[in-house]
């Protein structure tokens, strides 16, 4: 009886054995299956196609998420699959960055390729990193705004319109991928309207986190779309990037406030991977030990009040003479806004969203929060 039993014992000794070793590879293997499914978090790549495969080997343990955005590896298709292929193989989900042919000279058809990735990639392909910040491009009249002093809105409704639809027009090829990006740092809302399903708002130099939160998010969640954060530069002069515990911090805040992306900006080429340094990257494995051990909301906003801004109203929102569309300047609503938003950021941090008056904010806005607070002071209780 007992010689029966022995063999049986060994058995189950070599399954919990097997179970235990195939358990914490899991937990300790490559991205995808060390985060909850509704998190990303990676850093950018922007160098050529050897030094991007060396980032991704070098994030592969700590990351889950990669934005390729080298034009000169993307506009060649060879280079394009080179990068694409490894990072699925290093279980990396990706975006790509792209531009209308109309700007970039590819050697294929990227709507073609496109159309494929999906079913070449799966869930690796997360979508198309579209343009670069062309809510802020607006603000400060940059070479990718939709109009300026010579093509003059007559006011800002037609301002809105103006910067939607052309916007719009320069996305519509893109429509049908799986997802459409940007990073911005100004004009979310507006980003959403045109056709974007997912903003990474950014964190840096003259970008107030208390405030773009609030508008990301709040602009995210009335058009039921994913936001994200992107941490980027610190400073115009090297080292750029803030420090690896400020880095730390602000990838805990983003987190804490509900982002479902989370990227570092790792450009220029700097060291061996980029901008990052070794500091930064522990930095990056210390936040991943963070989030094993903390739970999060789907959103800070607990308490679900949104303060609302006039509509139409694309105010930079950076300090209190911030440009209005890029070509006008603040005005009288602008202190009235600018003291009312810095008292709920007095009183809540960021924990409450900043929305738009619109017809879409009067009819659903109760499907997302108990209470708007308005600019001009009036508070609706909806529940």
Same mark, same amino acid.
């Given at each position: 009886?007992?010689?029966?039993l022995?063999?049986?014992?060994?058995?189950v000794i070599?399954l919990?054995?097997?179970?235990?070793?195939l358990t914490? /590879?899991?937990?300790?293997?490559?991205g995808?299956?060390?985060?909850?499914?509704?998190?990303?978090?990676?850093?950018?790549a &922007?160098?050529?196609?050897?030094i991007?495969?060396?980032?991704?080997?070098?994030?592969k343990?700590?990351?889950?998420?990669?934005? /390729?955005?080298?034009?000169?590896?993307?506009?060649n298709?060879?280079?394009?699959?080179?990068v694409?292929n %490894?990072a699925?193989q290093?279980d990396?989900?990706?975006?790509?960055?792209?531009?209308h042919?109309?700007y970039?000279n590819?050697n294929?058809?990227p709507?073609?390729?496109?159309?494929?990735?999906?079913?070449?990639y799966?869930k690796?392909f997360?979508?198309?990193?579209?343009?670069?910040?062309?809510?802020?491009?607006?603000i400060d009249?940059?070479?990718?705004?939709e109009? &300026? %002093?010579?093509t003059?809105?007559?006011?800002y409704?037609?301002?809105?319109?103006?910067f939607v %639809?052309?916007?719009?027009v320069?996305m519509?090829?893109?429509?049908k991928t799986?997802?459409?990006?940007?990073?911005d740092y100004?004009?979310?809302?507006?980003d959403?309207e045109?056709?974007?399903?997912?903003?990474?708002?950014?964190f840096?130099?003259?970008r107030?986190?208390? /405030?773009?939160?609030?508008?990301?998010?709040g602009?995210?969640e009335l058009h039921?779309k994913?936001?994200?954060v992107?941490?980027?530069w610190?400073?115009?002069?090297?080292p750029?990037?803030?420090?690896?515990?400020?880095?730390?911090?602000?990838?805990?805040q983003a987190?804490?406030?509900?982002?479902?992306?989370?990227?570092v900006f790792?450009y220029p080429?700097?060291g061996?991977?980029g901008?990052?340094?070794?500091e930064?990257?522990?930095?990056?494995?210390?936040?991943k030990n963070y989030?094993?051990?903390?739970?999060?909301n789907?959103t800070?906003n607990?308490?679900?009040?949104?303060?609302?801004?006039?509509?139409n109203?694309?105010?930079?929102l950076?300090?209190?003479?911030?440009?209005?569309w890029?070509?006008?300047e603040a005005d009288?609503?602008?202190?009235?806004?600018?003291?009312g938003?810095?008292?709920?950021?007095?009183?809540?941090g960021y924990?409450?969203?900043i929305? %738009?008056?619109?017809y879409?904010?009067r009819?659903?806005a109760?499907?997302?929060? &108990?209470t708007?607070?308005?600019?001009?002071g009036?508070i609706?209780?909806?529940h």
């Amino acid at each position: 009886m007992k010689r029966k039993l022995i063999p049986i014992i060994l058995i189950v000794i070599l399954l919990s054995a097997s179970y235990l070793i195939l358990t914490t /590879i899991n937990n300790n293997g490559n991205g995808q299956n060390s985060y909850p499914e509704d998190l990303y978090v990676g850093v950018t790549a &922007d160098g050529n196609v050897t030094i991007t495969k060396k980032l991704i080997d070098k994030v592969k343990d700590f990351t889950n998420l990669i934005i /390729i955005l080298n034009p000169e590896v993307i506009k060649n298709k060879t280079s394009l699959n080179e990068v694409c292929n %490894y990072a699925k193989q290093a279980d990396l989900s990706f975006f790509i960055h792209m531009s209308h042919p109309s700007y970039w000279n590819f050697n294929y058809d990227p709507f073609e390729w496109l159309s494929l990735a999906k079913d070449e990639y799966g869930k690796h392909f997360q979508g198309i990193y579209l343009y670069d910040e062309p809510g802020g491009n607006q603000i400060d009249l940059g070479a990718f705004r939709e109009f &300026d %002093y010579t093509t003059m809105p007559h006011d800002y409704r037609d301002a809105a319109n103006t910067f939607v %639809y052309y916007l719009y027009v320069q996305m519509r090829d893109f429509i049908k991928t799986e997802q459409l990006a940007t990073s911005d740092y100004g004009l979310f809302w507006f980003d959403y309207e045109a056709g974007y399903d997912l903003i990474f708002c950014e964190f840096g130099a003259n970008r107030i986190k208390e /405030i773009n939160i609030p508008l990301c998010r709040g602009a995210a969640e009335l058009h039921n779309k994913t936001w994200g954060v992107m941490i980027t530069w610190t400073y115009d002069e090297p080292p750029h990037i803030e420090s690896p515990n400020e880095l730390y911090n602000d990838m805990v805040q983003a987190y804490q406030a509900g982002a479902n992306y989370i990227a570092v900006f790792n450009y220029p080429q700097i060291g061996p991977y980029g901008l990052l340094t070794e500091e930064h990257f522990s930095a990056i494995k210390q936040f991943k030990n963070y989030i094993t051990n903390n739970t999060r909301n789907k959103t800070s906003n607990t308490q679900k009040i949104a303060y609302v801004l006039p509509e139409n109203y694309g105010w930079g929102l950076r300090n209190p003479t911030d440009k209005i569309w890029g070509v006008w300047e603040a005005d009288d609503k602008s202190p009235i806004i600018w003291n009312g938003i810095n008292d709920l950021i007095e009183q809540y941090g960021y924990d409450f969203d900043i929305v %738009y008056n619109s017809y879409w904010t009067r009819l659903f806005a109760n499907q997302h929060y &108990d209470t708007l607070i308005w600019w001009n002071g009036t508070i609706q209780q909806l529940h």
